[in-house]
C-alpha cells in the first residue's frame, strides 16, 4: 500500500495552484491534517493561509513550522502518473513535498502529544512572489500565534539525499525583480536618427546583466538575470519607441541587493537621458535574505546529528530566495536545506518532481527539532 503521505504529496502535485488562489489546495490540506486532532484550525491566513496549532500540556515556548502552497506558472515535462493535470502550473519547486513533510509531522503529533508548549504547523500561501510570509504577519489573527521559534526547510537539489545544509546567517539571498519601461519615439526604419529609440538603453542593460553572470564565485552572491523583454513592434519599417525589460537582481544581503539596485537605476537613469527617453521603473515580488539565528541552527544541525543525518553549511546561503526571511524580524528563525540528489533537475526545472524517499526522514527531523525545542526551554 502507498504511504499515506506519498499518497498526499501525489494528490497535491496533480492539482497545483499558483501563488494567491491556493484555495483548493488549502481544502485538500486541511481535510488531511483535520485527522491529525489538532486543537484549532485557522483557515484564510493572509490569503489561503491554514494553520493548524497543538498543545502541549504544560505551559511552554510555541513552535512554527512553516510549508508553502503554491506551485509555478510552468508548464510540467514528466511522465509521472501524477503529474500536473493543470496545463501551465506545476509543482516544481517541491513544496507539495513541503507540505507532505508537515502533514506527517501533524501525524506525529497525534500519536505523541507535546509535553509542554505549542506547536503550530504555518501552511502559507504566495511564496513564491515573495508576499505570502508579509501576509501571514500581517494578518491581525497571527498575533495570538506570535512563535518564539519558527523552522522551516527546502529541498536542494545539487546536494547528496538527506544531506542537511544549516548554518548561523545567511541562508538564502535576497531579490528584487526589476520592471523597466523604455518611452522613446517612433521613426522609419530608413531614418531611425529623427526618432528616439530604446535599443540602445537595451544593449547597455543587457551587457550588464551578462557582466553578473557566472556569480559562482562572486562572495556577495550579486547575480541579475534577465528575465523578459519587450520592444517595438514586429515590423522592419519601423524603428520602436517603446521597450520593456525585466531583470531579477540578487545578492546575499539586504544592503548588497540594495546597492546592486542602485547601481542598475544609475545606468538606466544616465542612458536613458542621453537617449531622451522617459523612464518608468518598478519593483516586484521583493524578498529579503533570510537569516539564521544560531541558536535555531544549533537545534537543527543537533537533532541532524542525532538522527545520522549528514550536516554542514555546504552550498549556503542558497541562491535562490525565501520569503521566510519575513519570520526573522518577529522571531528566532532557523531555515535550512534538505539534499534532494545531486543528478535531479534544478528548482523550477520543467522535469523537477520532489523525491518521495525524503519525506519520513524529513518528518523525524522537524520532530527532532520540536523536541529539542521544548525540551530546552524547560518542556
Ligand atoms: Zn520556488
Ligand atoms: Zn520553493
Redesign the pocket.
Known sequence: MIDPLVALRHDLHRHPDLSGQEGATARRVRAYIEQTNPAQVIDGLGGHGVAVVYHGAHHGPTVLFRA?LDA?PIQERSVAAHRSVRDGVAH????DGHMAILAGLGESLRNHPPVSGRVILLFQPA??TGEGARAVLADPRFDALRPDWAFALHNMPGVAPGHVAVGAGPAACASVGLRVCLQGREAHAAQPETGQSPAPVMQDLLEWVQAFQGAHGRKDGCLATLCHLNMGQPAFGISPAQAEIWITLRAITDCALGQLEGQLRDLVAQRASLCGLEVQISRHDHFNASINDPDAAAIVARAAAGLGMPAGDFALPMR?SEDFGAFSAVTRTGLFFLGAGETVPS??NPDYDFPDTLIAPAVRLFRAILDDCLHAQGG
Open positions: 508553502e509555478l516544481l519547486c517541491g513544496h511564496e513564491e535562490a528548482l523550477h
